[in-house]
T-cell receptor, first 112, second 115 residues
Framework: EDKVVQSPLSLVVHEGDTVTLNCSYE??????LLWYKQEKKAPTFLFML????IEKKSGRLSSILDKKELFSILNITATQTGDSAIYLC????????????FGKGTKLSVKP | KAGVTQTPRYLIKTRGQQVTLSCSPI?????VSWYQQTPGQGLQFLFE???????NKGNFPGRFSGRQFSNSRSEMNVSTLELGDSALYLC??????????????FGPGTRLLVL
């Protein structure tokens, strides 16, 4: 069965800390892995990763994919209270049950 | 460019009723996907439409259906509502999700409460 597993499920840190969020997957016909940030309603797109070992960066956020070990990590450095959100990992694959399968998310809370 | 819009934003229904939700994709996007999000199950894929045809379908009962119009706007319908259908329903659009480099952009969602 295709699945995407995120860990930890929730995390509480203080401003300035660095966090690493994990996403592992088992899917057939992998195409890409995506990270989203969901604050209140609509998930907003962060990164899409298709190639192993190539880091994507956007400000304090970065992500990398390991296609051999079937996982990705999302790093956030110098966290701010505005980083508090649910971070969703999704895999785009060619299965018959749909194109995207999501993990359950990691709820990040950043305390001042 | 306007984002994905969904209407209504909030809805309260009672068991046994039916409901229709609407989604307008980003201009030029032809793929529209629907998701159900609940605290227990997370985001689950319902179906995807492309060029007015259902291209993919998730593991939901037949009470959940959808359609797409020629202008790419999409509707989803849930008949005979159950308490467990209470959820946030998200719509997402992309140019053509079957391409490796494509990603989806989400609307604000419709919060459905079934009493």
């Amino acid at each position: 069965e295709d699945k995407v597993v995120q860990s930890p499920l929730s995390l509480v840190v203080h401003e300035g800390d660095t966090v690493t969020l994990n996403c592992s997957y088992e899917v057939t016909n992998f195409r890409s892995l995506l990270w989203y940030k969901q604050e209140k309603k609509a998930p907003t797109f962060l990164f899409m990763l298709t190639s192993s070992g190539i880091e994507k960066k956007s400000g304090r956020l970065s992500s990398i994919l390991d296609k051999k070990e079937l996982f990705s990590i999302l790093n956030i450095t110098a966290t701010q209270t505005g980083d508090s959100a649910i971070y969703l990992c999704a895999v785009n694959y060619g299965g018959s049950q749909g194109n995207l399968i999501f993990g359950k998310g990691t709820k990040l809370s950043v305390k001042p | 460019k306007a984002g994905v819009t969904q209407t209504p934003r909030y809805l309260i229904k009672t068991r046994g009723q039916q409901v229709t939700l609407s989604c307008s994709p980003i201009s030029g996007h032809r793929s529209v996907s629907w998701y159900q999000q609940t605290p227990g199950q997370g985001l689950q894929f319902l179906f995807e439409y492309f060029s007015e045809t259902q291209r993919n379908k998730g593991n939901f009962p037949g009470r959940f259906s959808g359609r797409q119009f020629s202008n790419s706007r999409s509707e989803m319908n849930v008949s005979t509502l159950e308490l467990g259908d209470s959820a946030l329903y998200l719509c997402a659009s992309s140019l053509n999700l079957n391409r490796d480099w494509e990603t989806q952009y989400f609307g604000p969602g419709t919060r459905l409460l079934v009493l």
